[in-house]
């Protein structure tokens, strides 16, 4: 059987459309738990799940300048871009759900099954492709991420694996298009994310121009998110990327240990200073939370109906950034933290006080709107730009 | 719903008449809990008690708003002991800030060791309600990213307190 996954262009457009949508499906879950904690209370958990949220931002950008590398502008606003949750990712042998919740316990533990490195069950079938594994139940899996190209059956096993696969991909046809004097990276230069108006954001932005930019620019994701190396053997300092900086699932790892990890160090064993994670000091948001949980109570439901609608616009912007108006980001940067705002008011917002249970916001994007909203943002940027 | 539960409660209620925020805006500051202890902690709980015991009258005999804030006027604010706990409770909201109370309120009502102008937290200072009402960020916090100065400050009434016309306990 063919092992490679992709095969023609089209399929490396689907791919990095479901990288992006991958990339910013765990934003949500990551935000809401780190708004969840109390203020001036575990300050170690909300530096851990900051970095990694701001990083998740680097890798969507990431994604979306390879994807226009090649030609292509993203579209965040495609219908089911935004996950209805609770959603699938990729998992291995047992499923996992992600969920809009509070930062417990349960949810530091679907964190690093988000994260985790690739480790391909020894039992994989030979007729799957590399880092995949065949499924049972694919069919539940709403996101495009995990529908690999041509198969009802099998997914990737880890989000490191599903790089792998269009790094794959983007060497085998852009060797097929050299053979022809041509090349896959025809996109425009100046569609790509510069660092000039992207910034504190988990790193510095690739720009994208041909396979080796390309190259780097995925594997940087993959090394944030994963590490370099395979985890199943306890080795020295496999927690740590090329750049010498850890790598989420052992940032998050170090969580669940209540201790950082230090140079040197087994991933079983970290030795560097203790801290404490505090999970009581957490505001109980209602897991996955709907605006239909909130029908008894206006205000609730009013502040988050205006977080979806100022989430969906910011979506609408960073469109556009992604299409030539990048240095709108500046001022999406000053929208995020807005959104900030807007989701710890609601988190902090009880439901109801017997049980305890608290609001959140819902994520719900109004499907039916996006044509108006669409033609609202491209006004919006004209305008912006040429004040 | 138990006493300590009604009585923070109550303190909300008090609160937002007082702050013209409502309760939304209250609980999103994070601060309930933090100030209506520093609250008790400092004047005492009988005190506190007498305070949210004046308000519950006063909302339950308000026929409309107006009748409500001179029942505030006069029950509260313009009370010798009462006023100034009150006004206290203003500024611990908008600043974040409990402001040592008057010499003659200690002299005559008692002095708690605690009772010193202070910064409840590092977090009250950021959620102070005087930055929402000018949209701005606390100076040194919450930064509100590069070239938002350009922008007009978009100030909106959408969280300011209602009058909501009480139903006294007896006809319940």
């Known amino acids: ?387 | 719903m138990n006493t300590q539960q009604n009585q923070q409660q109550q303190f909300i209620e008090l609160s937002g008449a007082l702050t013209d925020f409502n309760a939304f805006a209250l609980h999103g500051t994070g601060q309930v809990e933090h100030y209506y202890k520093t609250l008790n902690d400092i004047v005492g709980r009988d005190t506190v008690e007498q305070l949210l015991c004046v308000f519950q009258t006063v909302s339950e005999c308000a026929c409309d708003e107006q009748m409500f804030l001179t029942g505030i006027r006069q029950q509260i604010m313009g009370d010798v002991k009462l006023g100034p706990v009150a006004r206290n409770i203003i500024k611990l909201w908008y600043t974040g800030t409990w402001y040592q109370l008057p010499r003659t309120w200690r002299e005559a009502y008692g002095k708690s060791e605690q009772d010193k102008t202070f910064f409840v937290s590092s977090a009250s200072y950021t959620e102070g309600l005087l930055w929402q009402a000018i949209d701005a960020n606390p100076s040194g916090a919450k930064g509100p990213g590069y070239g938002s100065w350009s922008e007009p400050p978009r100030i909106h009434f959408d969280n300011s307190w209602q009058f909501v016309k009480q139903q006294s306990v007896q006809s319940k």
């Open chain 1, 1 to 387: 059987m063919n092992e490679r996954i992709i095969n023609t262009i089209d399929d490396l457009y689907q791919m990095l459309d479901a990288a992006i949508q991958l990339e910013h499906a765990t934003i949500p879950p990551y935000l809401t738990a780190l708004y969840s904690i109390h203020p001036e209370t575990n300050l170690e958990a909300t530096a851990v799940i900051r970095a990694v949220l701001v990083e998740e931002m680097l890798h969507m950008t990431l994604s979306a300048n390879v994807l226009n590398a090649l030609g292509r502008h993203p579209n965040v606003l495609s219908e089911g871009f935004m996950p209805s949750f609770p959603t699938y990712l990729p998992d291995g042998e047992k499923d996992f759900q992600v969920s809009i919740a509070a930062f417990t316990p349960e949810t530091l533990e679907t964190f690093l099954n988000i994260e985790r490195p690739s480790k391909p069950p020894k039992n994989t079938s030979s007729t799957c492709p590399n880092g995949c594994i065949t499924r049972a139940n694919h069919a539940r899996f709403h996101l495009d991420a995990i529908k690999p190209l041509k198969s009802p059956t099998y997914s990737f096993y880890s989000i490191g694996d599903f790089y792998d696969a269009i790094i794959d991909g983007i060497k085998f046809l852009e060797t097929q298009a050299r053979e022809c004097g041509e090349t896959i990276f025809i996109g425009d230069p100046k569609y790509q994310v510069s660092n000039k108006y992207y910034y504190s954001g988990g790193g510095e932005v690739i720009e994208v121009t041909d396979e080796k930019s390309a190259i780097a620019a995925l594997n940087l994701i993959k090394e944030q998110g994963e590490g370099k190396a395979e985890l199943g053997e306890d080795t020295e300092n496999q927690e740590f990327d090329s750049e010498g900086e850890l790598s989420h699932y052992y940032r998050f790892k170090q969580l669940q240990f209540g201790r950082y990890y230090q140079k040197g160090d087994r991933p079983s064993n970290p030795t560097g200073a203790k801290f404490e994670v505090d999970f009581s000091k957490v505001y109980p948001i209602k897991t996955n939370p709907k605006l239909s949980d909130f029908a008894e109570n206006p205000t609730l439901l009013k502040a988050a109906k205006d977080f979806n609608h100022s989430y969906q616009e910011f979506l609408g912007i960073i469109n556009a950034a992604f299409s030539g108006h990048q240095n709108l980001l500046l001022g999406a940067v000053c929208d995020m933290f807005r959104l900030k705002e807007f989701a710890s008011q609601l988190i902090r917002n009880p439901i109801s006080i017997e049980p305890n249970m608290h609001a959140g916001p819902t994520f719900e994007i109004d499907t039916s709107s996006r044509g108006s909203l669409n033609d609202k943002v491209g006004q919006t940027c004209v305008h912006k730009e040429r004040a």
